[in-house]
T-cell receptor, first 115, second 113 residues
Framework: NAGVTQTPKFQVLKTGQSMTLQCAQD?????MSWYRQDPGMGLRLIHY???????DQGEVPNGYNVSRSTTEDFPLRLLSAAPSQTSVYFC??????????????FGPGTRLTVL | AQSVTQLGSHVSVSEGALVLLRCNYS??????LFWYVQYPKQVRQLLLK??????LGIGINGFEAEFKKSETSFHLSKPSAHMSDAAEYFC???????????FGTGTRLTIIP
């Protein structure tokens, strides 16, 4: 199994540009989530999904959209990038729907810089 | 709401010495508690998980974490540090039925030869 994969690893955007961060998992996990990590802060939950077709907002959803058309993929879209979205983004998955208290499997992260 | 505080963003210990990484949490109800670890050039992974009425959680690579309800603490320890323990360690808390896993800011552990 490849586990959780994320692309790209690095990205530089200009303010106002849009882009999609890709996340995929091959473990047939129902639960997937997106976090951002900023210096001096713990991971903050952006959006999560408990299964295909079901998404919900986390702690810091503004400026981000998600969709979940398949069990495997959970892309994160930045509609109009802002410098405040400069961060490292992590995708994670878990085996049970609605189970943040089960083991989370993390991707390697995407480092995004918005100029 | 829950929160997690990790004391010390950087900890250095000598090889063979005790490792103690501190974590305190706040929660209105008994939480699920976790330690995650990120070794260099690897992804973050689960080190141990505590969900039972017992006070000790046993993890991989000789680590354990003691739950002290009265102190709202979940400190991670290992009796004898090994060079391979050098990593960043994250404490996390979740509440049953709440879709939020709250992470601490992490402690980077350095092992001195």
């Amino acid at each position: 199994n490849a586990g959780v994969t994320q692309t790209p690893k690095f990205q530089v955007l200009k303010t106002g540009q849009s882009m999609t961060l890709q996340c995929a998992q091959d473990m047939n996990h129902e639960y997937m989530s997106w976090y951002r990590q900023d210096p001096g802060m713990g991971l903050r939950l952006i959006h999560y999904s408990v299964g295909a077709g079901i998404t919900d907002q986390g702690e810091v959803p503004n400026g981000y959209n998600v969709s979940r058309s398949t069990t495997e993929d959970f892309p994160l879209r930045l509609l109009s990038a802002a410098p405040s979205q400069t961060s490292v983004y992590f995708c994670a998955s878990s085996s049970d729907s609605g189970s943040t208290y089960n083991e989370q499997f993390f991707g390697p992260g995407t480092r995004l810089t918005v100029l | 709401a829950q929160s997690v505080t990790q004391l010390g963003s950087h900890v250095s210990v000598s090889e063979g010495a005790l490792v103690l990484l501190r974590c305190n949490y706040s929660s209105s109800v008994p939480p699920y508690l976790f330690w995650y670890v990120q070794y260099p050039k690897q992804v973050r992974q689960l080190l141990l998980k505590y969900t039972s009425a017992a006070t000790l959680g046993i993890g991989i690579n000789g680590f354990e974490a003691e739950f002290k309800k009265s102190e709202t603490s979940f400190h991670l320890s290992k009796p004898s540090a090994h060079m391979s323990d050098a990593a960043e360690y994250f404490c996390a808390v979740a509440l049953w039925g709440n879709e939020k896993l709250t992470f601490g800011t992490g402690t980077r552990l350095t092992i001195i030869p």
